[in-house]
């Protein structure tokens, strides 16, 4: 997420300063070494540091700034940045649905959302946040999806393609999260396939289903940014596609069907950053697709070419050529002024539609 803004802002000429999470204080360092041997601190810079580091990084007059990270802290930065009117890129988050058709094989749905959900223990900006499903196979999807991280994960501590989470204090958060789910009636599944302890303090948290949820739980009130996954059951697709609709932008949606009118519908009736039919998360990874948010979970592109344009200034620049025909247009008006405007409007006159 540091590496390819950096790449779109070099490839348009410009030099960059670049502040990694504090939170991966060991990743931040191998990135400053890097880049270090890669380019002179006048080119690139990497600066450490926590929030008050952030804030005043925020508020330098740059030709423009580029933020990954929560909504909240997205405002933030917008803030400080309208204080010098540095046009800004925020890629945000959000609550990124996955719909699935009643018509779409359970157990395929199940795997490839489990896949988006378990990457790095749900902590990505556009991991499935939450799955509607039919009312009538919640219960299936359950068990699919509790089959499909048990194939993958058979154990999970010292398992090196489980992800731990972040930080203690983000896994007091989701620990919050299931229970005040279960606090409002959910029924919670977790998942551990070995019968493991999770009291080690390695930060590790099995990946756990919440059946049942509702608006009420603090798990649908807020981007979950890790490896619980609520479940909703819907009566019909209208159902699902004005859940969507009545919340915010998601960064990204999933949709699960493979008839391509009720795929078209969805598109047309829902509002996010991107979509991936029938997966997740593979639109961002090609690279000639624009990535962004759109409301609240972001504004701005980038990726490829409109990386280059976002990290770009598009300068209109107009040569007259030796001979002008200006003075024309110009005081005192005659005949030669009426002339040439006759012309131009009876050209523009012949190009509207409504005169086709």
């Known amino acids: ?11 348009a000429g410009n030099r960059v300063m670049l502040k990694p999470s504090e939170l991966t204080p060991a990743t931040a360092r191998i990135i400053e070494e890097l880049l270090s041997e890669l380019f002179s601190p ?42 010098n009117l540095t046009p800004v890129t925020l890629e945000l988050g959000g609550k990124s649905p996955a719909i699935v058709h009643e018509s779409f094989p359970i157990d395929q749905a199940a795997d490839r959302i489990a896949v988006g959900k378990t990457f790095n223990a749900g902590q990505t900006c556009i991991a499935p946040d939450y799955v509607l499903i039919p009312r009538t196979r919640v219960d299936e999807f359950a068990a ?7 194939r993958r994960f058979p154990s999970l501590q010292g398992n090196d393609d489980y992800s731990s989470v972040i930080a203690d204090g983000h896994r007091r958060r989701l620990q919050g999260l299931i229970d ?36 009420e739980m603090a798990v649908m009130q807020e981007e979950i940014f890790g490896p ?53 998360m593979l639109h961002v990874v090609q690279d000639d697709l624009p990535f962004g948010g ?11 070419h409109q990386g280059f ?48």
Do not use: C
Not at 144 to 150: D, K, L, M, S
Not at 294 to 304: A, D, I, R
Not at 332 to 353: H, Q, V
């Open 42 to 83: 006048e080119q690139v810079r990497v600066v450490t540091g926590g929030p008050d580091v952030g804030a005043a990084f925020s508020s330098l007059p740059f030709d423009h700034l580029f933020f990954t990270g929560s909504t909240r802290v997205g405002r933030a930065v917008m803030r400080a940045a309208a204080e």
């Open 309 to 356: 344009l976002t990290f770009s200034h598009q300068k209109a620049v107009m040569h007259q050529s030796r001979l002008s025909v200006t003075g024309i247009f110009s005081p005192p008006y005659g005949k030669a002024a009426a002339a040439g405007i006759e012309i131009l409007s009876g050209r523009w006159k012949r190009r509207l539609p409504w005169r086709q």
């Open 144 to 150: 699919a999806f509790v089959a499909a991280v048990t």
């Open 228 to 280: 619980v996954l609520p479940v909703i059951g819907y009566e019909s697709l209208d159902d699902a596609i004005a859940y969507v609709g009545d919340r915010p932008k998601p960064l990204a949606l999933y949709y699960f069907d493979y008839d391509d009118g009720r795929v078209q519908n969805v598109l047309d009736r829902t509002e996010s950053g991107g979509v991936t039919i029938n997966d997740t």
């Open 180 to 215: 005040n789910a279960k606090e409002h009636g959910a029924r919670v599944i977790e998942i551990n396939p070995a019968a493991e302890s999770f009291d080690d303090g390695l930060h590790k948290m099995p990946p756990t289903l919440i059946l049942d949820a509702t608006d």
């Open 294 to 304: 759109v409301g609240e979970s972001g504004m701005g592109l980038y990726h490829g």
């Open 1 to 11: 997420m540091a590496i390819l803004p950096l790449v779109a802002a070099l490839s």
